[in-house]
């Protein structure tokens, strides 16, 4: 476990970056717990080995290792009695003047039918969970809705998003950044009253569809043999904290330094072409006001007559913003085939956009 200390905002999270191991008689379509309750296992048990690998000006890196020692498989509905070690080692990776702490996890599965997730303390008391989805940051309340009748399958508690979760109080928050994990769940802790992230980091399962589980009523599929599902040797996974202080007219006030971790910058050299293009044509980037307006593509058209550049407003508001170009004369607005319909006044590159909420826009440029 680590604490997290803000200086900026004076608030520590303590205890976060659990890892908890369980059962899983799921299958490819859901996560299940086995009939027969079985043994939970969570990291702080065991030993680790801390030691400072690295320590200057650039960066500061710790390193953590242990060995987390869990049933081997399922026999049936039940945790076996054979066990088996399950080698882990945490990178903590941090940057002077960057507010956020990286982690890299290489975990060894030997194990087979179960699920390790990451759990983490919020430290603040909120109703809800903040996350990106495909087009909008998005608040979803952490009291889930009971069914209004028999399903064959329960509402299940865990919910999909993208890129990162947050909570927040009136003051500060925090975000955890996760590179390719899509499901969490969230609870409220009886005690603390604050609300506790458990996020998926590795399934291992035996069959696609799976019958008579305790999350759904019949199978969802026929009852294939996927053995490479069980998710066996080396997994490696990285996430990153991000404390901020919380602010009113933002919905994810930390998302630049989100993104940041996410979609690090990729270089490469090119041959010297005229201003403003690089190597293959294409004009250099472009640059706006709003932080609610992401981008979301840039690419040549299919039609070959001009280029393509799509934003989106995920925060639901209202939005005007200043785009200015390099090396284009014209633009118009277009629908999702690139057809253009509308004509863009632009000046010395620089055109106005205007956003409804939640909208998405496609320009044409030439």
Request: glycine share 8%.
């Amino acid at each position: 476990l680590i604490t997290l200390q803000d200086k900026a905002t004076g608030k520590t999270f303590p205890h976060v970056n659990l890892l908890e191991e369980e059962a899983d008689a799921g299958d490819a379509w859901d996560f299940s717990p086995p009939w027969i309750p079985g043994e939970v296992v969570r990291s702080p048990r065991f030993d680790f080995v801390s030691r400072l690998e690295e320590l200057g000006p650039v960066r500061a890196r710790l390193s953590t290792s242990g060995v987390m020692n869990v049933p081997a498989c399922l026999h049936g509905d039940a945790r076996s009695q054979e066990r088996a070690d399950m080698p882990i080692r945490f990178e903590f990776t941090m940057y002077p003047g960057i507010r956020r702490v990286d982690v890299k996890l290489t975990l060894d599965n030997t194990a087979r039918d179960h699920r390790v997730r990451l759990r983490v303390p919020m430290g603040v008391k909120t109703g809800s969970v903040r996350s990106q989805s495909h087009l909008a940051v998005i608040n979803r309340p952490i009291a889930r809705s009971v069914e209004q009748e028999p399903w064959r399958q329960p509402p299940t508690q865990l919910l999909p998003f993208r890129e990162w979760l947050a909570c927040e109080d009136q003051s500060v928050g925090l975000a955890v950044a996760f590179k390719g994990m899509y499901d969490y769940e969230a609870h409220v802790h009886p005690l603390t009253g604050r609300p506790e992230v458990s996020v998926t980091l590795v399934r291992g399962f035996d069959l696609m569809g799976r019958r008579n589980t305790m999350q759904r009523g019949g199978p969802a599929s026929d009852a294939v043999y996927t053995p490479g599902a069980q998710c066996q040797g080396l997994q490696v996974m990285e996430w990153a904290y991000l404390p901020y202080a919380a602010d009113a007219n933002d919905k994810a006030p930390f998302l630049k330094l989100a993104q940041a971790f996410l979609y690090p910058p990729v270089t490469h050299a090119i041959r010297s072409e005229p201003e403003g293009a690089t190597s293959d044509g294409i004009p250099m980037p472009f640059r706006w006001n709003g932080d609610n307006i992401q981008f979301s593509a840039f690419k040549r058209s299919d039609a070959q007559d001009g280029y393509i550049l799509r934003l989106y407003e995920n925060q639901g508001r209202h939005t005007e913003v200043d785009l200015h170009t390099h090396g284009f004369r014209q633009a118009f607005l277009a629908g999702m085939d690139e057809d253009a319909r509308e004509d863009l006044p632009m000046q010395d590159g620089a055109l106005r956009l205007a956003f409804a909420p939640y909208k998405a826009l496609t320009i044409k440029l030439r």
